[in-house]
């Protein structure tokens, strides 16, 4: 089975900070994605990675940045969090190139900014 | 761009009775059309997913969906809803030979009552 891993369920953070949000994938899966989830507005995507050192911005990347060093592992990062990015943060990885490819979550990181 | 739309935020059936969750979706060539669920604290699961082919899906735990080509409609069905079914429910398209981005749907949630 293939898992997605999000280092935090939960997490507390203050206006200002710079943010960490990892995820690692054990499939060996080329492509990683970074959502944020808010009621009544679905999943947004917010950067992807189709293979390590490149990345690609969604629909909403605006406060965020990434990072893909290993194959199995894309960062998200909040370089100074607001308390706009309160969310929840979903991670997602699928294997294939230029195909289509079923996407594998992890549970979530719920992000709180003060 | 693609787009997709659930035009129900809230759902409420008998256990035992039939379901339908109704998707559209909007793009120019043929897409791949996918529905996921996600249980309460937890990440979207893949239920199940159209490519091409037989325009009636079989998925997981019962659930099938249709492809309507002239409706863009890729409905969600199941026969006998039981009470674990409750959920939050995610239609998805993605384009094909792209780099595997997807739009997701607002979600319809799923309450069950006996």
């Known amino acids: 089975d293939v898992k997605v891993t999000q280092s935090s369920r939960y997490l507390v953070k203050r206006t200002g900070e710079k943010v960490f949000l990892e995820c690692v994938q054990d499939?060996?899966?080329?492509?990683m994605f970074w959502y944020r989830q808010d009621p009544g507005l679905g999943l947004r995507l917010i950067y992807f990675s189709y293979d390590v050192k490149m990345k690609e911005k969604g629909d909403i990347p605006e406060g965020y940045s990434v990072s893909r060093e290993k194959k199995e592992r894309f960062s998200l990062i909040l370089e100074s969090a607001s308390t706009n990015q309160t969310s929840m943060y979903l991670c997602a990885s699928s294997q294939g190139r230029r195909g289509i490819g079923p996407q594998h979550f992890g549970d979530g990181t719920r992000l709180s900014i003060l | 761009a693609q787009s997709v739309t659930q035009p129900d935020i809230h759902i409420t059936v008998s256990e035992g009775a039939s379901l339908e969750l109704r998707c559209n979706y909007s793009y120019g060539a043929t897409p791949y059309l996918f529905w996921y669920v996600q249980s309460p604290g937890q990440g979207l699961q893949l239920l199940l997913k159209y490519f091409s082919g037989d325009t009636l899906v079989q998925g997981i735990k019962g659930f099938e969906a249709e492809f309507k080509r002239s409706q863009s409609s890729f409905n969600l069905r199941k026969p006998s809803v039981h009470w674990s079914d409750a959920a939050e429910y995610f239609c998805a398209v993605g384009a094909a030979g792209g780099y595997q981005k997807v739009t997701f749907g607002t979600g319809t949630k799923l309450q069950v009552i006996p």
């Open positions: 499939m060996d899966h080329e492509n």
